[in-house]
């Protein structure tokens, strides 16, 4: 394991190797205890990913899961479009390399929340004031659009042979809306 301070930065960085997979990156610390904790905690995340990874035998990023979930069964939904907004607005959030072993029931919750903030989109040109006049989104969408989505992403991951320690709560991450009662 390996804490140093590159000249062009504040911060220092670590770099380590775990079972052959290199993880580096900056530790957004100023001194040097504070980075070796955070190293420390970064070394659990490889652990617990890299065992994660050996289990399913592919890649966990999210990027990666819905590449393999798009190419098994999601392109062939009914509203395969959809899927694929969808994914892609998951990807973009959370970020390519995010990997699914990262996310925990407060992630999640921050997902949904981010989301719920979206308001509904209408085509053509509009002010500032005419955006921000625009309903949000109704509940219903929210779990449609992330919470479902992700949940699919976990249950694909584990058919793989992923195993997640901690996955999040999923009927605590959807918000209640008239359809949920009968989804269950």
């Avoid at 990913?49 to 190419?71: E, G, P, Q, Y």
């Avoid at 959809?82 to 390399?97: H, Q, S, V, W």
């Avoid at 999923?170 to 009968?182: D, E, F, K, M, Q």
Wanted: charged residues 35%.
């Amino acid at each position: 394991m390996s804490v140093y301070r590159d000249k062009r930065s504040p911060y220092y960085q670590f770099d380590f190797q775990h079972e052959g997979h290199r993880f580096h990156g900056s530790t957004k610390c100023t001194t040097r205890r504070d980075a070796e904790r955070f190293e420390a905690a970064e070394l659990e995340k490889a652990k617990a990913l890299v065992k994660a990874t050996r289990r399913a035998k592919a890649s966990l990023a999210i990027d990666d899961v819905a590449d393999r979930l798009w190419n098994d069964s999601a392109q062939y939904d009914s509203e395969p479009k959809a899927t694929e907004t969808n994914l892609a607005r998951l990807i973009e959030y959370f970020g390519k390399d995010k990997p699914l072993t990262e996310i925990d029931h407060k992630v999640a919750k921050d997902m949904v929340a981010w989301r719920r903030g979206h308001r509904v989109s209408r085509r053509g040109k509009r002010t500032k004031e005419e955006e921000q006049a625009l309903p949000l989104i109704s509940n219903a969408t929210v779990n449609r659009s992330t919470t479902k989505v992700l949940q699919r992403l976990f249950t694909f991951a584990k058919a793989e042979g992923a195993v997640f320690e901690s996955e999040p709560r999923w009927g605590t991450c959807s918000l209640p809306s008239p359809w949920s009662a009968c989804a269950n």
